[in-house]
């Protein structure tokens, strides 16, 4: 199970070198020049999670395995990409692959690296991209509604369901408004996110700060996370340039660097953390000797579903689930004294899955 965040932004803003830092590696060329990324750049990174060294430490497992999520590093949109400009229709074509969108913002002066626009300004440098997003969603519906409409008038149930769909996104961009603020029931969630709109993707505002500010922001940071708080959007503040430096350090001198900065943890870990959550992810556990092990499956996901996640046939051949939650399991220091404060439960195919859960799957085969 794949779940990719696509970082985007205008060019020159940090994003590479962001994704260098993400992926421990120089794979992205950080350069001073628009479309120095012109092929999108994927890294596969472990998420953060201290609950999982705990449960190794109990369980004494000889490995531990984190769970992943996936971030595409594409190339900086400019002013007009959504008809052709720059390298739009690639560009485009990239971010509809994505599950999330992780949007950096500059909010650093430096004389030494060019602005595509020559301000700061990243209030603004989200709206241009922003804009670019609707007008190519806007353009894609309007060439898709006039088929759909003859279908629906025809008294095809399908086509009518798509179209009132299409119509709702195309009132809110006609508007200036982004897909994702549709008001959707229960059931149009997934259809609707089949229309392949952009601007319906849920967005993660990235502040890009100089060094001195990677702890607490800036007066520039403040404002476009207010920006953000508006939307109704996240946002996470860091120094890209500082994360890069972290993650060539090794392991042993980054807590000293990270102390002198008045960091707890890599703003990297937050941004993960952020992006994972943005995505509606939850994670469970499986435990034992051999491995301690971190799954990804979605919120609201049922105990087969999460099966699923580790082999096919565990959910073909489902019986139960024994769950034990993280905080029972730590208590009891272990399976055992979790069973022994009757905190060990059986459950079965409609049991939702809780982030946190310990489990082991019986099953048929």
Same mark, same amino acid.
């Given at each position: 199970m794949g779940f990719k965040c696509g970082i985007v932004g205008l060019p020159n803003v940090g994003k590479s070198t962001l994704f260098n830092a993400?992926?421990?590696?120089?794979?992205?060329?950080?350069?001073?020049?628009?479309?120095?990324?012109?092929?999108?750049?994927?890294?596969?990174?472990?998420?953060?999670?201290?609950?999982? =060294?705990?449960? @190794?430490?109990?369980?004494?497992?000889?490995?531990?395995?984190?769970?992943? #999520? !996936?971030? /595409?590093?594409?190339?900086?949109?400019?002013?007009?990409?959504?008809?052709?400009?720059?390298?739009?229709?690639?560009?485009?074509?990239?971010?509809? =692959?994505?599950? @999330?969108?992780?949007?950096?913002?500059?909010?650093?002066?430096?004389?030494? #690296? !060019?602005? /595509?626009?020559?301000?700061?300004?990243?209030?603004?440098?989200?709206e241009t991209v922003e804009t670019e997003l609707m007008l190519a969603d806007l353009d894609s519906l309007e060439k898709r509604v006039k088929p759909l409409e003859k279908k629906a008038n025809s008294g095809e149930k399908e086509a009518k369901e798509a179209l009132a769909l299409m119509n709702k996104a195309l009132v809110l961009l006609r508007e200036g408004k982004p897909a994702r603020l549709a008001e959707l029931s229960v059931d149009e969630r997934a259809p609707y996110a089949q229309l392949g709109l952009m601007t319906a993707k849920p967005v993660l505002y990235v502040l890009n700060v100089e060094e001195v500010s990677a702890a607490s922001g800036n007066g520039i940071s403040t404002k476009a996370a207010e920006m953000a708080r508006m939307q109704g959007a996240k946002s996470v503040v860091i120094s890209a340039k500082i994360e890069e430096e972290i993650a060539q350090m090794a392991p042993a001198d980054r807590k000293d660097f990270l102390d002198s900065l008045g960091l707890e943890e890599p703003g990297l870990n937050r941004l993960i953390r952020a992006g994972y959550?943005?995505?509606?992810?939850?994670?469970?556990?499986?435990?034992?000797?051999?491995?301690?092990?971190?799954?990804?499956?979605?919120?609201?996901?049922?105990?087969?579903?999460?099966?699923?996640?580790?082999?096919?046939?565990?959910?073909?051949?489902?019986i139960r689930a024994e769950t034990i939650a993280f905080a029972d399991y730590v208590a009891g220091k272990g399976e055992a004294g979790a069973r022994e404060a009757g905190k060990f439960r059986l459950e079965g195919k409609d049991y939702i899955v809780a982030d946190g859960d310990v489990m082991h799957f019986r099953f048929n085969t």
């Open positions: 993400l992926t421990q590696t120089a794979a992205a060329q950080a350069a001073n020049y628009p479309f120095c990324t012109i092929e999108p750049n994927v890294g596969d990174v472990a998420v953060p999670d201290p609950r999982l =060294e705990t449960l @190794a430490q109990i369980a004494g497992s000889a490995e531990i395995i984190p769970t992943r #999520i !996936t971030f /595409v590093d594409i190339a900086g949109l400019v002013r007009g990409a959504s008809k052709g400009e720059g390298l739009g229709n690639q560009f485009l074509a990239n971010i509809r =692959e994505v599950d @999330a969108v992780v949007h950096v913002l500059r909010c650093f002066e430096d004389d030494d #690296i !060019t602005h /595509v626009e020559n301000r700061i300004d990243p209030i603004a440098d989200a959550d943005l995505l509606g992810l939850i994670t469970f556990f499986t435990v034992g000797p051999k491995e301690a092990r971190a799954w990804t499956v979605t919120k609201g996901s049922k105990a087969p579903q999460a099966a699923g996640v580790i082999h096919t046939d565990f959910e073909h051949g489902f």
